[in-house]
């Protein structure tokens, strides 16, 4: 079965310090993803990635940067976190090889205070 | 505007009746996958399409690219149908674009 797996999985942060929410697949993915989610806007596309040491913006980057220092791993960094990145953050990955289906990982619920 | 609208964005069905959920596109969609995120938060992966449709038990959903939308049938809905359902959009380039979501609540 296919695994993807993200930690924290809930984490308390002040504005303006930094977050690091971590993504690991054992799918032998090509692709991985940062998602947002905020209630009423399902799921947006913060970052991914096609490549290890390469990422691409995706439609709500700004405060986001990313890192793909392996096939295996993604991460997501606030670096200095606002109130307005309170959400859920998911992650996931595909493959072209695999059918281009999306497996994502349980979520990590942000909080900034 | 949004470049993929779900309908209805809530429902509630009776146990055991039918319903069917739609996902329109105004962006050149090759393929969409249909998620269920249930109550404790879990994204789960319903059904990825091509043009054309799939059936998986109770489940059948369609896609047709040329009048860009796609829709999920649940038949004989049951307690555990309950979540929100989301479809995502790809227009070739592995970025997929989500709708917001059908909240559906199965009644007994």
């Known amino acids: 079965e296919a695994a993807v797996t993200q930690s924290p999985r809930s984490k308390v942060a002040v504005t303006g310090g930094k977050v690091t929410l971590s993504c690991h697949q054992t799918?032998?993915?090509?692709?991985m993803y940062w998602y947002r989610q905020d209630t009423g806007h399902g799921l947006r596309l913060i970052h991914y990635?096609?490549?290890?040491?390469?990422?691409e913006k995706g439609d709500i980057p700004d405060g986001y940067k990313a890192s793909r220092p392996s096939q295996e791993n993604f991460s997501l960094i606030l670096e200095l976190a606002s109130l307005s990145q309170t959400a859920v953050y998911f992650c996931?990955?595909?493959?072209?090889?695999?059918?281009?289906?999306?497996?994502f990982g349980e979520g990590s619920r942000l909080i900034v205070v | 505007g949004d470049k993929v609208k779900q309908s209805p964005s809530a429902l509630s069905l009776q146990e055991g009746t039918n319903s069917a959920l739609r996902c329109n596109f105004s962006?050149?969609?090759?393929?969409v996958q249909w998620f269920l995120q249930n109550p404790r938060g879990s994204l789960i992966n319903l059904f990825y399409?091509?043009?054309g449709t799939k059936e998986n038990g109770r489940l059948k959903s369609a896609f047709d690219s040329k009048e860009s939308y796609s829709t999920l049938h649940i038949r004989d809905a049951q307690l555990e149908d309950s979540g929100t359902y989301f479809c995502?959009?790809?227009?070739?380039?592995?970025?997929?674009?989500f709708g917001k979501g059908t909240s559906l609540t199965v009644i007994p």
């Open positions: 996931a990955s595909s493959d072209r090889n695999s059918g281009n289906t999306l497996y």
């Open positions: 799918n032998n993915h090509d692709y």
């Open positions: 990635s096609y490549v290890a040491d390469s990422t």
């Open positions: 962006i050149a969609a090759t393929t």
């Open positions: 399409l091509v043009p």
């Open positions: 995502a959009a790809d227009t070739g380039y592995q970025n997929f674009y």
